[in-house]
């Protein structure tokens, strides 16, 4: 897997052809297979892929049609070990010559129940196949399609799923608290009772030896041979639990477990033990929103060493990598062309040697491969060829260009090229309050520490989950990492001595603050309270409870609404210098007195209607309404004197979008006050600019292409503006120009 690591062309992903295994019940079945069956010879230069009526057999060494199977509906298609024969597994289960255009042997159902292949064996050419919850059959192929076995199943004794192992010698079946384990080379029948509950969602390893079901939130790991229970793998709500445990896929060599938990959330287990090894839980940030969300996969299959799982989310249309080892999310497998297809971008089939991919388009902008099947290059994440049924030959597809790199308008910016920060997804940064240091996090589980001033990286630190939110103390002294696994890292950053790591129970973290002397972090995660820790004892000392209070505005008027249900909190700000510590929720923000630990409605100094968190040293920078209700202002306020230091930005939500190759995109507005209280930048949707508080003058305004955080360093000489595509880009406010973009050189797209 040197190549895969490294996401070269040479990536190399086995999506476990003959050993995929879904239970015999829908509601049980695992999302394995493609929506639309296809799949690759053993050598990859043939692909087999069910269009619309027609089973298609594509030369792709050639690039010629093959051949064609007419008038023919699959939910699954697969290659066998005799030249020319294809599979199809639906109503009933067909085996074709396509070479002599004929049928060669078929199998009818017996209900009216789809049939599927729970398991086939090139070795031993043999298949086991599922006729719903009423019965398994086992087959020989060979020169004809010869019957060995047949299993009725008692569909009104509770049978919940059936599995075949991968080399075809046994069935498991779930019947009330029993797994019947069927011998399918002779006529034992062994049972095991399961105290736990009842099983759900059985699945084979691909050894044949191990298999797994799920009861509950926990997943028992079932040595078949010697019918005992070898492992237990369990998630508590302290670990991220988000439901029942469903086992997804094992690697190929069985040595770990990939599971469902929740519509989003992924944990990997080691089967030997049944130890968490890492809990993954995938998110991307919506460019259309402007905002990180959590996606479901539709589909998901693991590399051959179990590090990586190929995914396509329910959200955005795109097939997405994740290192499980981290949780690190790497590069989309189709980038911008793959996204802007529309909703019907499907995972079809990864070729054995992972250097090309059967993508199907449904819909979207491209009339040229709408509706129909196309290969993709991994290396260059673009269609290489067209594969339309009814043309004898597979077009090539010219290659696209890369769009436009983010830029600086007006000004002589550096260019960004390929000034890539992170292999994957940037999620958050931070400059240091003192020191000239900026620290940057991605979904590829590193975290990054930059001069920004000159452009350098110092160093990179390997995280075990990538970070989601990042904190200095007030000397700068400290740095705290919270990750998506709901644990806190924490470095001296005078020598990058790491101390002993926090372990939250918030799930992932969303926000961390230290209040004043740095002994107390504010930690706010997934859970409706922020908890107050003592690094020194890793005790929580006090939890605040978040209930917003929101604003509710037209044209009478505003009104400030409480809310009666907890909420997660989104963000932590402390003011310099007084008691107040803010956070803030998806719908409000309360303040705190951090000496008494009480909620302030409103506190003294504020604006009457203040919303929005920004603070830099005494100043708040916040966002206020405006006479027109439609529309809210950027303010710097003083709360010392009750009063604005500045009126900046007045902007409404339409001022805040952007078409984005024809879409809207809603990118919002922002602001922030350098350390010096001598300039502040607003952001209101790709246009940013830089005021001179003094004069409250605007003394620059410049685009950037899909702009998000915005930062001032600590000595308050450089505005740092990351983008949604990865990149960052540093400017002065000596020259007033952009002085470059970072540059990771390890970082190539």
């Not at 599979?87 to 017996?110: F, H, S």
């Not at 260059?380 to 010219?398: H, N, V």
């Not at 004197?641 to 001022?655: E, H, S």
């Amino acid at each position: 897997m040197r190549g895969f690591r490294e996401f070269s062309p040479m990536v190399y992903i086995l999506i476990l052809i003959g050993v995929v295994i879904e239970g015999l019940l829908p509601c049980d079945s695992v999302a394995a297979l493609p929506r639309v069956p296809a799949e690759f010879s053993e050598d990859g230069r043939m692909a087999v892929v069910q269009t619309a009526g027609d089973l298609a057999i594509w030369d792709i060494e050639a690039k010629i049609l093959a051949g064609k199977v007419p008038q023919i509906q699959c939910d699954q298609v697969r290659f066998l070990k005799q030249d020319g024969w294809v599979l199809c597994a639906g109503n009933g289960v067909t085996i074709y010559d396509w070479k002599r255009q004929m049928a060669v042997a078929k199998i009818p159902p017996e209900g009216k129940q789809a049939m599927r292949v729970l398991a086939y064996s090139r070795e031993a050419d043999r298949m086991v196949v599922g006729e719903g919850n009423e019965a398994v059959s086992v087959w020989h192929i060979g020169d004809k399609l010869i019957p060995l076995k047949h299993i009725p199943l008692d569909a009104e004794k509770d049978v919940f799923s059936a599995a075949a192992s991968s080399d075809t010698k046994t069935l498991a079946v779930t019947q009330g608290r029993k797994i019947l384990l069927y011998d399918l080379q002779g006529t034992a029948v062994r049972d095991m009772v399961m105290k736990e509950g009842h099983p759900h969602d059985l699945l084979f390893a691909p050894n044949s030896s191990m298999l797994a079901a799920s009861i509950g939130n926990t997943i028992l790991l079932v040595d078949t041979e010697q019918r005992t229970i070898h492992a237990r793998a369990t998630l508590t709500s302290a670990e991220g639990a988000r439901g029942r445990l469903v086992p997804r896929v094992f690697s190929l060599d069985g040595s770990r477990l990939v599971a469902g938990n929740g519509q989003w959330s992924y944990p990997v287990f080691e089967v030997e033990s049944g130890k968490l090894l890492a809990l993954t839980e995938f998110t991307y940030v919506d460019r259309e929103r402007g905002v990180r969300s959590n996606i479901q996969l539709h589909t998901a299959d693991i590399s051959d060493d179990g590090d990586y799982l190929v995914g396509q989310p329910e959200h955005p249309s795109t097939l997405q990598i994740w290192d499980l080892r981290t949780g690190a999310m790497l590069p989309d497998l189709c980038g911008d062309d793959c996204r802007n297809m529309g909703p019907g971008v499907g995972l079809l089939r990864w070729s054995p040697d992972g250097s090309k991919i059967l993508v199907e388009m449904n819909g979207g902008r491209n009339a040229e491969v709408a509706g129909k099947v196309s290969l993709w290059d991994v290396s260059t994440r673009a269609p290489e060829l067209l594969l339309d049924p009814s043309q004898p030959q597979a077009k090539i597809l010219a290659k696209r260009t890369a769009p436009p790199s983010p830029h600086a308008a007006g000004s002589s910016a550096p260019s960004a090229g390929s000034a890539f920060v992170h292999a994957s997804a940037l999620r958050t940064m931070a400059t240091s309050p003192t020191a000239n240091l900026l620290v940057t996090t991605g979904d590829d589980g590193l975290l990054k520490v930059w001069n920004p001033g000159k452009g350098t990286l110092l160093r990179r630190l390997k995280l075990a989950a990538p970070a989601s939110a990042l904190g200095f103390s007030a000397d700068g002294t400290i740095l705290a990492a919270g990750t998506a696994q709901g644990e806190v890292r924490l470095w001296d950053t005078r020598t990058w001595r790491e101390f002993p790591p926090y372990l939250s129970r918030q799930g992932q973290i969303n926000a961390l603050q230290f209040l004043p002397g740095n002994r107390l972090l504010a930690i706010a995660g997934e859970q409706p309270k922020v908890s107050i820790v003592d690094l020194n004892t890793r005790e929580v000392v006090k939890e605040l409870v978040h209930m917003s209070a929101s604003e509710s505005c037209d044209a009478k008027g505003c009104v400030r609404k409480r809310s009666t249900q907890a909420e997660a909190v989104l963000t932590l700000a402390l003011l310099d210098g007084s008691p107040f510590l803010l956070t803030a929720s998806q719908t409000g923000q309360v303040a705190w007195d951090i000496e008494t630990w009480t909620e302030i409605d409103r506190p003294a100094g504020f604006p009457e209607n203040w919303s929005g968190l920004g603070w830099r040293r005494s100043y708040l920078a916040t966002t206020v309404r405006t006479r027109n209700p439609m529309a809210s202002a950027l303010t710097v306020w003083d709360p010392r004197r009750n009063g604005p230091v500045a009126g900046l930005d007045i902007f409404t939500n339409g001022d805040t979008e952007v078409v984005e190759k024809g879409a809207t995109l809603a990118l919002g507005a922002s602001l922030a006050v350098d350390p010096l209280n001598r300039w502040a930048a607003t952001r209101v949707g790709e246009q940013v600019s830089v005021w001179n508080l003094e004069d409250q003058e605007r003394k620059k305004t410049f685009s950037v292409k899909m702009p998000y955080y915005l930062h001032w360093t600590g000595d308050g000489k450089h505005l740092v503006v990351s983008t949604l595509d990865r990149k960052v880009l540093v400017w002065s406010a000596e020259t007033m120009e952009p002085a470059h973009f970072l540059l990771d050189p390890a970082v190539t797209q």
